[in-house]
């Protein structure tokens, strides 16, 4: 169990620019999910996925945002034309469960984004 | 709407004596109830869960937390701190079906030797 992993860790860009993050679940997990997180604030809901497909996604995730999970493996949540407000952690997490009802997620070390 | 509310921003106990981080939530059915913990520069790492049955329930690094439908609680307590539990901690909740976890705000433990 190689845990969760995200990639990058830290990513320094500039307002306008476009970016792009990586999730690698546990191998054997069939969700996945984002979460965003600022600073003194628990994290926030983004979006889900269940194997390829995308079953929810927050009013939080504006046009801007996109996910994608085209082989049910790895993600990756791609934000367009950067704001400053965008600057969060951005965390990736995975289970193995057909429902969300008592399930355990495991979470990577999150992505780190500073819009400046 | 909040879904789950953490009282008290930052908590700070002396070393050995009782931790106490208190959680309600809101929902007119009993939901799942979680407390995940955060240490500087790592992932979250789940301390334990209720889902049915005992209400009392264990988890790691001598937690535990007891479920009161009554009072609509879920507060998490350790006997004794550890200059080791100082972290952030978060209660979470999923309401029903598939909803998501939903996540309180945090509480920082600052544990004071």
């Known amino acids: 169990d190689t845990g969760v992993s995200q990639d990058p860790r830290h990513k320094i860009t500039k307002r306008g620019q476009n970016v792009t993050f990586r999730c690698d679940p546990i191998s054997e997990h069939n969700r996945l999910y984002w979460y965003r997180q600022t600073l003194g604030q628990g994290p926030e809901f983004l979006t889900y996925?269940?194997?390829?497909?995308?079953?929810?996604k927050s009013r939080l995730l504006s046009d801007r945002f996109s996910a994608e999970r085209p082989k049910g493996s790895f993600s990756t949540l791609e934000i367009q034309r950067t704001e400053q407000g965008d600057s969060a952690m951005y965390l990736c997490?995975?289970?193995?469960?057909?429902?969300?009802?008592?399930?355990?997620?495991?979470f990577g070390s999150g992505t780190q984004l500073s819009v400046l | 709407a909040q879904s789950v509310t953490q009282l008290g921003s930052h908590v700070s106990v002396s070393e050995g004596a009782l931790v106490l981080l208190r959680c309600n939530y809101s929902?007119?059915?009993?939901?799942?109830l979680f407390w995940y913990v955060q240490y500087p520069n790592q992932g979250l790492q789940l301390l334990l869960k209720y889902t049915t049955g005992a209400t009392l329930v264990k988890g790691i690094n001598g937690f535990e937390a007891e479920f009161k439908k009554s009072e609509t609680s879920f507060h998490l307590t350790k006997p004794s701190a550890h200059m080791s539990d100082a972290a952030e901690y978060f209660c979470a909740v999923i309401l029903s079906g598939n909803t998501p976890l939903v996540f309180g705000k945090g509480t920082r433990l600052s544990v004071i030797a």
């Open positions: 997490a995975s289970s193995n469960r057909g429902s969300p009802s008592g399930e355990k997620l495991f």
């Open positions: 996925f269940q194997n390829e497909a995308q079953l929810e």
């Open positions: 929902s007119s059915v009993p939901p799942y």
